[in-house]
């Protein structure tokens, strides 16, 4: 049905307020996509990730996929995701996926998803970062979800509205620490659906603003010797609760990597530009220089860099280990919700060594 239904619309491109109330669609994201087009097409988008991260049931929906056939050692965000679905937990319409530029899994992923009867949109980021092919990309996802290109413009001028909110959160977090690092972490990664109302969740960020301004600082400069400064590189975290953990060590995350990319902080001025600056659907050389940058402007004294067991990222430690010039510690998690202690014994030691002055690498 929501195959003919796009097909109609991308025909006529004639919506009056009725038709957007009739036809409006849940449409599923495993990863940051132009969601511009999403909403441009009068839809919803749902962020699979998040649905799942929020669940107070997770560990039951990895199980589901297991029961299924999905194998032990395998990532357990996708089994999650996919569990999502299976168990009614989550409803949608159809499915983005992200067939280059995202987890190596996606693409049997998708087809578990088709297998079930639900339909998948393709799309994908060019690995060489080439403006046509992402321009036809994005008008591709358009025309399928029935999305006119003027109004897919407008939507990004929209939600860089909202972004800009965000941004703010950021600076505030990493300037003066009015703003903790579970609050940065949280309204990033929501930025690649909006939480399904954009201004619902600008409203919320508002809000927090608001709040932040009355904090006292927590941090007085990118370089306060009282604190120990931290970065978080990699995918979220399966276990989100490692941020108040890090701040009862008596450090701090002022800087979350892939999160930060969720909200487009590129700065071009175009939608095509600005999806070829998110580094995360690139080479990790690309994502290094980010690091780099960001490392030498919030003053850091340490990275963590998580990766999430039986994924293909686990490589890109090794690469970073060898590149980047600054002490790191690698934390992985398989699909445990909470931090186990043997996490937690080596976040306090990589603390401890980096307020002792050392360059340590764990």
Not at 8 to 21: E, G, K, M, N, Q
Not at 71 to 87: D, H, R
Not at 224 to 246: K, N, S, T
Request: aromatic fraction near 10%; include cysteine; glycine fraction near 6%.
């Amino acid at each position: 049905m929501f195959a003919l239904y796009v097909e109609a619309r991308a025909r006529t491109l004639v919506w009056d307020s009725i038709c957007y109330h009739v036809f409006m669609s849940r449409i599923g994201i495993t990863t940051t996509i132009p969601v511009e087009a999403v909403y441009a097409a009068g839809h919803v988008p749902v962020d699979l990730n998040n649905s799942f991260i929020s669940s107070p049931d997770r560990q039951g929906l990895v199980e589901e996929a297991e029961t299924v056939g999905f194998p032990a050692n395998f990532c357990a965000w996708v089994k999650g995701i996919y569990g999502l679905l299976k168990t009614g937990r989550e409803t949608v319409d159809a499915v983005v996926a992200v067939t280059q530029g995202d987890c190596s899994n996606a693409q049997a992923l998708a087809e578990s998803w088709q297998a079930d009867g639900i339909e998948v949109i393709p799309f994908a980021y060019p690995y060489d970062k080439d403006p046509e092919q992402m321009a036809l990309q994005v008008r591709r996802l358009a025309e399928r979800l029935g999305a006119e290109p003027a109004a897919v413009e407008r939507s990004f001028a929209e939600l860089d509205e909202v972004r800009s909110k965000i941004w703010e959160l950021d600076r505030l977090t990493w300037s003066d620490g009015r703003v903790s690092a579970a609050e940065n972490h949280l309204f990033q990664v929501c930025c690649s659906d909006f939480e399904g109302d954009p201004q619902a969740f600008a409203r919320k960020a508002e809000a927090l603003l608001e709040e932040a301004k009355r904090r006292p600082p927590k941090t007085a400069q990118p370089k306060d010797p009282g604190i120990v400064r931290l970065g978080y590189i990699g995918v979220p975290p399966i276990a989100p609760e490692i941020y108040d953990f890090v701040e009862s060590l008596g450090a701090r995350v002022v800087f979350n990597e892939v999160q930060r990319q969720f909200t487009l902080p590129g700065g071009a001025p175009d939608l095509v530009g600005r999806y070829l600056q998110y580094t995360y659907p690139y080479s990790v050389f690309g994502r290094m220089e980010d690091i780099k940058r960001e490392t030498k402007a919030r003053g850091l004294h340490g990275i963590i860099h998580y990766v999430q067991s039986f994924c293909f990222r686990q490589v890109e430690d090794m690469i970073m280990r060898r590149y980047l010039q600054v002490p790191m510690l690698a934390v992985e998690m398989d699909q445990a919700v909470r931090l186990d202690q043997r996490t937690k014994t080596r976040l306090e030691t990589f603390v401890q060594l980096l307020r002792g002055g050392e360059h340590c690498t764990l």
